[in-house]
């Protein structure tokens, strides 16, 4: 059986603090690669969602955001990778995935989960 990952998914390579347009995905994953950092540094995302890809973003309350519930305060090590999973269901169609950090970091973002998917 042939498996339709490429064609369920959508990465946007340093897809944060931008507008992504969500249509048709249900999840998502910010995915970092810490590459300069004190250890014991501090990461934090934010979510947030809006109507409009230039509108007024505001806050995502959704305590579920997170599989594990709502987004915490993480403290990063030199070379750790993350991958912070996200439920986009009650979110708005455009959504921006801040993070905060003194630390250097690559981010990608990949939408998953599609509402419909090939059979």
Do not use: W
């Not at 340093?14 to 992504?20: D, L, M, P």
């Not at 540094?41 to 809006?50: A, G, I, S, W």
């Not at 997170?66 to 169609?93: F, R, S, Y």
């Amino acid at each position: 059986m042939k498996r339709e990952l490429y064609s369920n998914t959508k990465v946007i390579p340093g897809g944060t603090a931008v507008a992504i347009d969500r249509s048709g995905f249900l999840s998502a994953i910010v995915a970092a690669s810490v590459t300069d950092v004190t250890d014991g540094t501090e990461l934090e995302f934010t979510v947030t969602h809006c109507d409009t890809e230039d509108g007024t973003f505001e806050a995502v309350e959704d305590s579920h955001i997170n599989i594990d519930g709502p987004l915490k305060k993480m403290t990063i090590a030199k070379d750790e990778l993350i991958n912070v999973e996200l439920d986009l269901l009650g979110c708005k169609q455009f959504i921006k995935i801040t993070p905060t950090t003194a630390a250097t970091v690559v981010y990608a973002v990949v939408l998953g989960d599609p509402a419909h998917a090939p059979v």
